[in-house]
């Protein structure tokens, strides 16, 4: 069995820009889960002072269960999102490292790149430019 030519090394390629994407899409369902948690908690408030029904420790009871099973929902898909959101990134992270470094080796002179980018990965049209950009300046130089 063949061997893909570029297969991924390392998931996290550019710290910053996963960190804060994952970091946005936790605070994303933090706030999600507190809008969701509130509404809960006012809903069944509402019902229970309706019916007076306060002062019954099993409805109590039950509020406070509903209140807890929506907090661990955070606790549960928070890994879920972390892994997401880095393999979400690295599509776009993975072909933004190797633009940069082409990009640099042409500032230096060096026009005998072509980038070649995975099945998946995004910004194919800006790599296909820079190796349009590339030949072009390779056919200009010599």
């Known amino acids: ?40 908690c006012f809903a069944l408030w509402a019902t229970l002072y309706t019916f007076e029904l306060l002062s019954d420790p099993v409805t109590v009871s039950l509020f406070t269960t509903a209140g807890v099973i929506v907090a661990m929902e955070l606790l549960l898909l928070a890994p879920v999102v972390i892994v997401t959101g880095i393999l979400m990134t690295h599509k776009v992270a993975g072909p933004l490292v190797r633009i940069h470094a082409a990009l640099a080796q042409m500032a230096e002179g060096n026009f ?31």
């Open 1 to 40: 069995m063949a061997q893909r030519p570029y297969r991924r090394r390392r998931w996290i390629v550019d710290r910053t820009f996963q960190f804060r994407f994952v970091g946005a899409l936790l605070l994303f369902l933090s706030v999600l889960t507190v809008a969701t948690l509130g509404g809960i």
């Open 112 to 142: 005998d790149i072509h980038l070649t980018l995975r099945k998946g990965d995004a910004l194919f049209e800006l790599a296909d430019s820079i190796n349009r950009l590339a030949a072009s300046l390779r056919r200009r130089a010599s």
